[in-house]
């Protein structure tokens, strides 16, 4: 976090002719806007596009022909004007400039705001424009937390609401910890790393394992992987040096050995003493890293936040289920469960304690000196040697940092190491030389989803988000007595969500008839579009309508109560008490002439913005201080609750394409008599941490780590999620996969036997589940199970379906066949324990023992828990899976909002270099105005496949297809041959979507030698996907 306002200390006291704090600081704004308008583009570019250049687009219409110090002023003023990403937030700031007086403004303006002028005579902060200059080219200071350290003594803490007292001995007095070095580097030379050097990192690996009695590996993985670039002609040649420069971008075909590349380049460079960060997808691979990299002799350390440490904990231990008593005592003493330790010294020194603090209840930072009438808290003085805290001290000297997408966005550094308030996806930038993102399509997907969260809001019956929340805080709260609300912060969160929940209650009362209005247009709402539309309903045009807005409606959204404290007077009792009639008033009062039928439509209307600008107000408040109250009131750990990624990122990311907000949309199926009401939040461009993590600190002059991106799916051309826009640089390949993988691709002819109809399952409804037992008892019944263990031999059989729900439909009818003792049920690593039958529940962490089981031979999995990350091999590399079922026609959830934000956020990487106009402020017009109605389009249409025009089916038709290749490629590591079977009827040719045959032709593209594809994406698709594509081409029916 940045000290925003520090840049103007130098200019206020000289400032005497405003008397309000507010006013300078507007007038400072204001100017310091025009002055970058005025380094950065023509003098004739309108004053009214500054905004433009603050939502963090480098339009290659504005920034193609600008230097760096001229791009460096703009992410700098980013952080300073961060208020005004909006047009009519900067609109609203000239007209308030305008109206300061001529004396005291730096610049001319005309009455319509467009054109602006340098002024030569003004009598105040006259050296004014040479401190504008000196702030668009200097760091901006970072926000210092302050930290006293504990002595010796007799303190006072809180525990679960009661205070209680504690004597800190001498002894327990310990060094404060060392800080991370946050200096950065303004430029990096390439990391450049012979192949050969690679292989002699291989063998130092193995030799580090035969030292600690383990099975040398490494030589033999790395055998035959080379590395293949782009030579000038755009042909893939093999390239004998690693070259890592800015964003490096290399693909493979999957199996082939990226991961093996990750751990042998990062011990490469750990060795040679630089810094190295790991992104992986999930905490259990986080912690299998720290383990493998520890064991060879480096230092290595996780980055992971606290609020979910009891869930790691817990999957940890469910690792060590059904072990022996010797390899159960092995890893409890492994080094892994100190990252996760819930141990507190001071547990200890609290005699009237009968259980240790709970996670978050520590009082790290909160003790105070007892009987001091100073409300100053000291942090405690055994920091730096608490078990609690031992993974974020680590990182300070670890060489090789290990996280997940979450981990990276949401954790900060702790104050007790650096008083410096940043995040640990800034803390990489300077203290990293080198990033590998591992399925880095996966992770863009991943922090999409993280930047514009959402809920189903409400819908009746109490099932929905906010009513679970809203229960659970309640009886949390009557739990512990009411003790939480003590806290001030979190009493006024608690009644901002209590009156959250009164407006939707009234808004569901008395405005139903609006609600059904925005939802027959298929549009979303927020309270800035219903006055909005409220002024042009009450004036008789536009610029009427603006005016209109701006005198009534934007003080009281701004919450100016000055202007209009009736309005605001209105907003609040409209909680408790019809106001119609009031409004009405109001409505007269300021339009004399309008027909009283107007007004009583109007006041509708009006009442229905005063009830959503207040739910979308309190609805703000609970999100974003979501982390103020999650751990008092125990909500911090549950993925089900809000996560809200930390104000940081918001002078980071380009705002969403057609700007961030909150917003609703009201849904109703057609026998509902009410709807539902669901939230997003759109907060940024999440993708960007990753395209454009070259640039994304060019405001600190700060040069990134190099980063080395590897995926064997992140080159899809049409995918509007895993398509990663930074151009592959080249390809993995192994001599070992010189020849295509063998996959033989089977249609099952499942019909249903009494009326000789197809059987599916996508999109049957109620017959869901009957239709998928159905398809699994004729594959058990008809043989087709023992057929494909006859063609596999001693490999095993994956079944795979949508989700865990319809796994435990599937295991079901496994459980009552000659199959059950061999069947395993994959489920969620926090799903109970007990079996299903003879069936054995497996966590999705340790799926990779599936391919020890000796006696168990049939996995029944969810696709989407089993498409990356799980190599199931046996002891020689093999795939252990031979034959996979694809049980269930894979198609998309209609109304998963992760679906128009990943198609909002492609179109946004497709556009934003392309779009022009002939002024800065048209085409940042011109790019939201069309990302608006982009955006309204996909709101109002549903993924239904058959109902997609031919460019949207052939997006979803990517998407899929990565899906399923990567589940395939589970079956095809090592180049075994692999046998899939599509099951759901719908699959077949009487669906009218031909979703393989689509599938087929996309990719066909890139092996026609006649079609227009370039060299290199032939190249590139054919490395990639060659076996995907011959096995669906040559797809037979049984």
């Not at 247009?521 to 309508?545: H, P, S, V």
């Not at 202007?563 to 106001?579: H, Y």
């Not at 435990?808 to 969620?828: F, G, H, K, M, T």
């Not at 309204?936 to 052939?954: E, F, G, V, Y």
Request: hydrophobic fraction near 40%; include cysteine; proline fraction near 5%.
């Amino acid at each position: 976090m940045r000290r925003i306002t520090a840049w103007q200390d130098r200019l206020k006291a000289s400032i005497q002719s405003l008397p309000e704090k507010t006013q300078v600081r507007e007038l400072l704004d204001a100017e310091l806007g025009l002055f970058l308008l005025s380094q950065v583009a023509d003098q004739e570019e309108p004053a009214t596009g500054v905004w433009v250049l603050l939502t963090g687009y480098p339009h290659d219409a504005i920034f193609k022909n600008l230097s760096d110090s001229q791009k460096r002023a703009i992410a700098i003023a980013r952080h300073l004007l961060v208020r005004y990403r909006r047009p009519y937030s900067w609109k609203e700031l000239l007209k308030t400039y305008q109206a300061f007086p001529e004396s005291v403004r730096g610049y001319d303006l005309s009455p319509d705001c467009t054109v602006y002028k340098r002024r030569q005579n003004f009598s105040e902060a006259l050296d004014r424009f040479e401190i504008y200059e000196q702030t668009l080219s200097a760091e901006i200071p970072s926000i210092n937390r302050s930290i006293t350290w504990a002595t010796a003594g007799d303190y006072e803490c809180e525990v679960s609401g009661i205070r209680q007292t504690l004597h800190l001995p001498a002894e327990f007095v310990a060094t404060p910890p060392r800080s991370h070095n946050l200096a950065g580097t303004p430029s990096r030379n390439p990391i450049q790393i012979p192949w050969y050097e690679l292989s002699e990192t291989a063998q130092w690996m193995d030799d580090q394992l035969t030292k600690i009695g383990k099975t040398p590996e490494w030589v033999n993985r790395f055998a035959g992987l080379r590395l293949k670039t782009f030579d000038v002609g755009d042909n893939l040649e093999v390239n004998d040096v690693l070259v890592i420069d800015g964003p490096t971008h290399i693909g493979g075909q999957l199996g082939v050995g990226k991961s093996n590349l990750m751990k042998i380049s990062t011990c490469h460079q750990a060795r040679g003493g630089k810094r190295i960060a790991i992104v992986v997808a999930d905490v259990m691979q986080v912690f299998d890293l720290c383990n493998f990299f520890q064991a060879l002799g480096l230092s290595v350390a996780p980055i992971l936040g606290n609020s979910n440490r009891e869930n790691h904990l817990e999957r940890l231990l469910k690792a060590t289920k059904g072990q022996t008593p010797q390899e159960i005592l092995d890893h409890y003493s492994n080094p892994v469960f100190d990252w996760v330790s819930t141990t507190c010294p001071l547990s200890a020194l609290i005699q009237e304690m009968e259980v240790p603090f709970a996670p978050g209840e520590q009082p790290c930072r909160f003790l105070k000196p007892l009987n001091s009438k100073a409300e100053e808290k000291h942090a405690c003085s055994l920091y730096s040697v608490c078990p609690y805290h031992h993974k974020d001290i680590a990182l300070v000297d670890a060489q090789i940092w290990i996280t997940t997408p979450g981990g990276l966005v949401y954790s900060r550094v702790p104050a007790q190491i650096n008083s410096e308030s940043l995040t640990y996806y800034e803390l990489i930038h300077r203290c990293c030389d080198l990033v590998i993102i591992d399925e880095v399509d996966q992770v863009q997907k991943n922090l999409d989803t993280q930047f514009c969260p959402h809920e189903t809001f409400y819908r009746p019956g109490g099932s929905a988000w906010f009513d679970q929340l809203f229960r659970t805080v309640q009886a949390e709260l009557d739990r512990q007595e009411r003790k939480p609300l003590r806290n001030q912060k979190i009493s006024d969160w608690w009644a901002a969500l209590q009156k959250a929940d009164i407006a939707k209650d009234r808004i569901y009362r008395l405005a139903y008839p609006e609600l059904s209005e925005w939802q027959e247009r298929g549009e979303y709402f927020t309270d800035w579009m219903i006055f909005n539309r409220i002024a042009k309903d009450l004036t008789e045009d536009e610029q009427a309508a603006d005016e209109f807005m701006l005198k009534h409606f934007q003080p009281f959204l701004n919450s100016d109560f000055q202007t209009d404290p009736w309005l605001r007077d209105l907003a609040n009792e409209a909680l408790d008490r019809d106001v119609n009639t009031d409004l009405q008033e109001w409505i007269r009062q300021q339009i004399p002439h309008l027909s009283q039928a107007r007004i009583q439509q109007a006041a509708i209307k009006l009442e229905f913005a005063l009830l959503v600008c207040t739910l979308q107000n309190k609805l703000n408040t609970v999100v974003t201080r979501w982390f103020d109250v999650q751990d008092d009131l125990n909500l911090g750990g549950d993925s089900k609750w809000f996560q809200s990624p930390p104000l940081d990122y918001s002078t980071l990311l380009p705002v969403f394409p057609m700007g961030n907000q909150l917003a609703f949309q009201y849904t109703k199926m057609l026998n509902e008599e009410m709807g539902s009401l669901r939230f997003f939040r759109c907060m940024g461009l999440g993708r960007w941490l990753i395209t454009g993590f070259k640039d994304i600190f060019r405001a600190d002059n700060l040069a990134a780590p190099h980063a080395l991106l590897l995926s064997g799916t992140s080159w899809a051309p049409d995918s509007p999620t895993y398509h990663v826009d930074i151009p592959i640089e080249g390809v993995l390949v192994s001599q070992a996969m010189d020849a295509p993988v063998e996959i033989h691709s089977k249609i099952l002819p499942m019909r249903d036997l009494r009326t000789g109809a197809a059987i599916s399952v996508s999109g049957t409804g109620a017959k869901k589940e009957n239709n998928l037992k159905t398809i699994v008892r004729r594959l058990i019944e008809d043989e087709y199970l023992e057929d494909a263990f006859d063609l596999i031999g001693t490999r095993k059989i994956v079944l795979y379906v949508p989700s865990y729900e319809q796994g435990v439909w599937a295991a079901d009818v496994v459980n009552e066949s000659q199959y059950a003792d061999r069947a395993v049920l994959l489920v969620r690593d926090d799903s109970g324990q007990s079996n299903l039958g003879k069936i054995l529940r497996l966590p999705r962490g340790q799926v990779e023992q599936f391919a020890t089981f000796l006696d168990r031979d049939i996995l029944i999995a969810p696709i989407s828990a089993m498409e990356r990350g799980h190599n199931i091999t046996d002891s020689q590399g093999n795939a252990a899976i031979g034959a996979i079922f694809m049980l269930v026609f894979p198609h998309p959830v209609p109304d998963d909002f992760s679906h128009p934000v990943h198609l909002m956020c492609r179109w946004a990487m497709d556009h934003y270099k392309t779009i022009s106009a002939d002024t800065v402020v048209n085409i940042g017009q011109e790019f939201s105005d069309r990302a608006f109605s982009e955006w309204l389009s996909l709101l109002r249409q549903p993924i239904i496949l058959r109902q997609l025009s031919p460019k949207a089916l052939a997006q979803q038709a990517w998407d899929i297809a990565i899906q399923q290749w990567q589940a395939m490629s589970r079956a095809t590591r090592n180049c075994n041959p692999a046998w899939i079977y599509w099951c759901d009827a719908k699959f077949t040719e009487e669906n009218p979507v031909q979703l393989l045959e689509l599938i087929t032709q996309s990719l066909s593209f890139y092996f026609d030698p006649t079609s227009k594809a370039t060299k290199r994406d032939r190249q590139i698709a054919q490395a990639l996907y060659e076996p995907f594509y011959l096995a669906l081409k040559n797809t037979s029916r049984l």
